[in-house]
């Protein structure tokens, strides 16, 4: 058990609709990224939060959105989803978002996002 | 901007036997590399990872990996796979800082 939460685990939806993932970070970790993992786009890095202020971009649509609240928790805000959304998405914390090189990532289990 | 390639989308091992998983990156400066590993229903646990130093790292589970810059690669290697080390592997290099990309996976199934 990595201490990161994600949910819901499952999430079955039609097409344009409006969904929202939910990570809770491990205690005390301040970062909060967010990742894609599809059949076609592999694994792909989104958005890097920290302390609640966005740190940094990937490859995230502009139909999607997310915030960090005051208590460090995440959420991933899909909207007028398309069947390409459907991917299993992973949020990951780390204590600081000082970078990569200096501190570990921590991975929930995912939210598996079908979009019918 | 830095990628990376696994070239063996499949491998299948038996139980014992020595596994090296292939990993090539491409990026302009000193790459920051890592493997992580996926089993069914889980999360991506990091294996190892490297950024300075010894070319030959040591990770969890008895894996290690080698940092070779002439080949651009960062190969993963364990001498004998146990049945419980089936599940997705992943290679990914980082600019340091947040952007973290990572290959296709490789699916690894260990023949009894």
């Known amino acids: 058990d990595s201490g990161v939460t994600q949910t819901p685990k499952h999430l079955i939806t039609a097409t344009g609709q409006r969904v929202t993932l939910r990570c809770s970070p491990r205690s005390g970790d301040l970062s909060v990224y967010w990742y894609q993992q599809s059949l076609d786009q592999g694994l792909q890095f989104l958005i890097h939060?920290?302390?609640?202020?966005?740190?940094a971009k990937g490859n995230i649509l502009e139909r999607f959105s997310a915030q960090q609240f005051p208590d460090l928790h995440s959420e991933l805000n899909l909207s007028s989803l398309e069947l390409g959304d459907s991917a299993l998405y992973f949020c990951?914390?780390?204590?600081?978002?000082?970078?990569?090189?200096?501190?570990?990532?921590?991975f929930g289990s995912g939210t598996q996002l079908s979009v019918l | 901007a830095q990628s990376v390639t696994q070239p063996d989308i499949h491998i299948t091992v038996s139980e014992g036997a020595s596994l090296e998983l292939r990993c090539n990156y491409s990026?302009?400066?000193?790459?920051?590399l890592f493997w992580y590993v996926q089993s069914p229903g889980q999360g991506l646990q990091l294996l190892l990872k490297?950024?300075?130093?010894?070319?030959l790292v040591q990770g969890i589970k008895g894996f290690e990996a080698e940092f070779k810059r002439s080949q651009s690669s960062f190969n993963l290697r364990k001498p004998s796979v146990h049945w419980s080390d089936a599940a997705e592997y992943f290679c990914?290099?980082?600019?340091?800082?947040?952007?973290?990309?990572f290959g296709a996976g490789t699916r690894l199934t260990v023949k009894p």
């Open positions: 990914a290099v980082a600019d340091g800082y947040n952007d973290m990309r």
């Open positions: 990951a914390s780390s204590a600081t978002g000082q970078g990569l090189t200096n501190e570990k990532l921590f």
């Open positions: 939060y920290y302390n609640g202020e966005e740190r």
């Open positions: 990026y302009g400066a000193t790459p920051y």
């Open positions: 490297y950024f300075s130093g010894d070319t």
